[in-house]
């Protein structure tokens, strides 16, 4: 009996002419020694199949990527629909916070009954897709680390009841809706979706804003507009870092844009994001928009030179314009907080000193979460700054899970930018990937003067970037591994520009 070859391969099938094929057949009949013959044969088809591999690298996502990562974690199945949906409302009723405008009984619990059934669909439906709770990702295992830190610090806090209230509060949240948003946003379609449901919030807190200052409501110190209601965005500096991470992926969706009324529109909002950062006075929030902004015009200055420099006059002047007086004097106190006429500007930075001194004196477990403003404090104040809260309440190990679940999707969308800087078909992804990439740096940069650690901001940002690694992964069909450029520059890889374009990667 002729033995069959069983090799079976997911690549475009290799078609040869039926005259080679009986040829084929001929030679191994008549050939005395049929092993060889046979090793002949294969040698012949494995060159014919890397042929077609070098003219067709990426057919099959799954295959592509087991064969040559040892794994099909890059594929995304189909699923998810209603814990989306449900996720979406969720987002909605966040954001809107309809309790506050409509006080009822049923506005008072409607977030946590969505809440609830969002978790309901989300748990069957992710066990009956992939067999467990959640994707195996880093930002997830680091986030796991960071609430385990939090739990062992509950015993050794100060008041382990202040502690285990503000870990079962918001911060168990956002970590459960963290990893919703990682699982269930499977399409390009539903990512577009939460970021324009993002962008829309902005640009109602950014007219309200706008139209508070314009009317004389200057509720906070007299000279500076508040947030809206008491929620998470009641604070004016933490509505200022809302805007100042949602202008960047903007501006990202603007260069992304083709049609003009698309572009108009996404423009107008930049304009009206920036203009009610400046009405709510936060020097935070300032400092967070110039780096931002700064970042993004280097990285995506290079494709639309001329549309960037427009653009950013634009924005100049129009800051020129809105500025209100005694905006300079504000932003000035940064660095001399006498010119601070209501003196926040000393009893910050003394809350700060204040804190790195509880955090190098507490650097295993901190003193507890929600601890430090009733007990260290001595004006009954928090840290104002993210990291010295998390360092002070939890420890050095949490800070640096903080900081690496922040900085690790930074650099992983560094280098999806990288891959699609040459590709126009890819456009869209190179402009989000940068301006997510802009948006993280700004809230950085903002955190630095809020103590936001545990509140929604930075865990959506995430999800958004680590969403989008996972579509990019799937429809490539290989992970994002980020590179080192000097090592790359070093041997030469991409000297050639014509390797550069197929490679995907900008040459060095």
Known sequence: ?????????????VRRPRSHVAASKIAERNCPIKDQCRQATNRHSEAERRVVEDKNPIVDPMLN????????????????????????LFTLILYTRPAEFYPSPLTASIALLVGIVTLGLFVPTQFALEG???ASLREVKLLMLFVV???????????????????????????????????????????????????????WLSLGAIDDYRLGLLTVEGYRVGGRGSGIFGNSNDMALYLVTMIPITIAMLLSSRGPISKLGFGACSLLMIAAVVVTYSRGGFVGLVVALSFLVWKAGHRHKSTILVVG???????????????????????????????????????????????????????????YAPQMSYRGLVTHNSYTQI?????????????????????????????????????????????????????????????????????????????????????????VVVEKRKTEKKHGMFDSPIIAKTSGVAPT
């Open 149 to 203: 830190t939090g739990l062992l610090s509950i015993p050794f806090a100060i008041d382990p009841m202040q502690a285990w209230t503000e870990f079962s509060g918001t911060f168990v949240r956002t970590v459960i809706i963290f990893i919703v948003i990682v699982n269930a946003v499977r399409t390009e379609m539903r990512l577009k979706a939460l970021l324009i449901l993002a962008i829309g919030t902005a640009l």
């Open 1 to 13: 009996m002729k033995r069959r070859s069983t090799t079976k391969n997911d690549y475009e099938p």
């Open 132 to 134: 467990k709770l959640t």
């Open 391 to 479: 360092a002070a309440e939890m420890g050095i190990a949490a800070l640096v899970c903080y900081t690496t679940f922040i900085v690790t999707p930074f650099k992983k969308l560094g280098q999806i930018a990288r891959e699609t800087f040459s590709s126009s078909s890819n456009s869209h992804l190179h402009y989000l990937a940068v301006g997510l990439q802009a948006s993280l740096l700004g809230y950085l940069v903002c955190s630095f003067f809020a103590s936001v650690a545990y509140l929604w901001y930075v865990y959506y940002l995430v999800g958004y970037a680590v969403c989008l690694r996972r579509l990019y992964e799937s429809e490539t069909g290989r992970e």
């Open 313 to 371: 006059f634009v924005i100049v002047v129009g800051f020129v314009l809105v500025a209100p007086g005694g905006y300079a004097l504000r932003l000035a106190s940064i660095m001399i907080p006498s010119l601070d006429p209501v003196g926040s500007a000393d009893a910050r930075r003394g809350e700060l000193f204040r804190s790195l001194y509880v955090a190098l004196r507490h650097p295993i477990l901190g003193i507890g979460m929600g601890n």
């Open 65 to 88: 990527n087991s064969t040559r990562n040892g794994s099909a974690t890059t594929f995304l199945k189909h699923g998810h629909l209603f814990s989306f949906v449900a996720l979406f």
